[in-house]
């Protein structure tokens, strides 16, 4: 297979980063890259999906992952993979014997280890700039669930109509199911039986970088976990912050100690972030040196400083994450600074996972959720035109139309966008700007 044939495939049918951001997968495709990397890290406590995925189809996943290598022309392809994650490491051992140009880099079960910034450090040795993408450094990452969603699209011609979700937390059955798209979150929570707190709150993603949901948030391609709790559990309290609060906490209780940046994923790589200083600015009111603020623009948004290491309780992410929309508002650019040399004591800061679980109130919900792939009859969904960065894609159907399951329903627009696919069969109830309503036929 051709480069350009295997980017139509994936624009066609619809596939993109399967977590994060949404990042459409055929324009990560290059000729340049000489490293194809397999992110199976799973950054966030709880999240579990890309593991479970990569046990039990093992072959499939390896098999396209060296496929891509070799279509791009790549020396090797690399799969990171936490050094805990043995089932899913034995099943790769089984399989990695048959592929020369693929290797494991089992890596230390840390947060943010799943950046693919941090990453790409762990597999190669390389630093991307800040404010830089992989692709200057040759590399390319996908997720498996992406390289998974690729292998169905050219060997089975099957665009993106589901998404595997771990539901956990306060539910009685937590489990991993493969839902369609534009499922609703009340829906999705049935199926992990039932919940167990009288108020719940539904946080879509991890506990660090997740946001939060409500019964009728829908699942898109991207969304990677439902993680139900309490309305007074710590980690959705920290959600409900005032802005004008934290700040006015950042100026009368921030001592300066500097944990904030010492924990700093990027910062240990040489990036020009520090959140202790923005902190301090804050505090005094401090605009001297614009370049404090400029920095905001290398924040990953992990959360580390504001949810583990500020013995506090402070905000700096959040405060961080405003300056750093402000940037984008105003449409400043914070230049191409160089990196600084990696921090030679980083190895010594980085953040255990089960730790910070344990900060965060989860470890008594890092329980099993097992991967039940079987279909499930979903009345109705509401499917998002716009699941990825770029350009929304164009309605092509209208009200009253007879769809079936992976037909077309949203065309890629001009520049960066892809196709959006029905996920059941159905008549389409309604088309609005942004989601069309597709409505089960009844047998």
């Not at 499939?60 to 993979?81: H, N, P, T």
């Not at 941090?118 to 692709?135: D, K």
């Not at 039940?372 to 035109?385: A, G, Q």
């Amino acid at each position: 297979m051709q480069l350009e044939e295997i980017k139509k495939i994936a624009r066609e049918y619809g596939v993109v980063g399967a977590g994060g951001a949404g990042f459409p997968s055929y324009a990560k495709m290059t000729d340049k890259a000489d490293t194809v990397i397999l992110n199976c890290v799973e950054c966030e406590p709880l999240l579990k999906l890309h593991r479970q995925l990569l046990a039990e189809h093992t072959r499939e996943i390896v098999g396209m992952l060296d496929e891509v290598r070799q279509i791009f022309g790549a020396k090797e392809a690399v799969i990171g993979i936490k050094s805990e994650y043995v089932t899913t490491i034995e099943a790769l051992e089984g399989v990695l014997k048959d592929y020369d140009s693929v290797r494991m880099e089992k890596v230390t079960p840390a947060y943010p280890m799943g950046d693919e910034v941090i990453l790409i450090y762990e597999a190669t040795g390389r630093v991307i700039r800040p404010g830089g993408i992989p692709a200057e450094e040759n590399v390319v990452v996908y997720n498996v669930e992406t390289m998974y969603n690729l292998y169905r699209a050219v060997y089975k011609e099957e665009p993106v109509t589901d998404k595997l979700v771990s539901i956990v937390g306060e539910v009685t059955d937590p489990v991993t199911l493969r839902l369609p798209i534009g499922t609703t979150v009340k829906e999705a929570v049935k199926l992990a039986g039932d919940v167990t707190v009288e108020d719940p709150v539904y946080l879509m993603g991890g506990p660090m970088m997740g946001f939060r949901g409500d019964s009728d948030t829908v699942i898109k391609k991207t969304t990677n976990a439902i993680i139900v709790l309490g309305r007074d559990h710590p980690v959705i309290m920290k959600l409900d912050k005032n802005l004008d609060v934290e700040r006015r906490r950042a100026s009368s209780a921030c001592c300066q100690c500097r944990t904030c940046t010492d924990l700093c994923s990027r910062h240990a790589l040489g990036h020009p972030i520090e959140p202790h200083r923005i902190m301090r600015a804050v505090a005094n009111q401090d605009v001297s040196d614009l370049s404090v603020f400029m920095n905001a623009a290398y924040c990953s948004g992990c959360g580390i400083c504001e949810k583990y290491a500020c013995p506090q309780g402070l905000s700096p992410k959040t405060i961080i994450q405003e300056f750093k929309a402000g940037l984008r508002k105003a449409g400043i650019s914070a230049g191409n600074p160089e990196s600084a040399p990696v921090d030679p004591d980083r190895e010594y800061k980085k953040v255990p996972v089960h730790r910070l679980a344990s900060r965060l109130g989860l470890t008594k919900y890092d329980v099993k959720a097992p991967l039940d792939e079987k279909p499930h009859d979903i009345r109705e969904v509401r499917i998002p035109l716009s699941q990825h960065i770029g350009a929304p894609a164009r309605a092509v159907v209208s009200k009253g139309d007879q769809v079936k399951k992976g037909q077309l329903i949203g065309e890629p627009a001009e520049g960066l966008s892809v196709g959006i696919h029905s996920s059941i069969d159905g008549v389409v109830d309604n088309v609005y700007d942004k989601e069309i309503v597709i409505v089960r036929r009844e047998a």
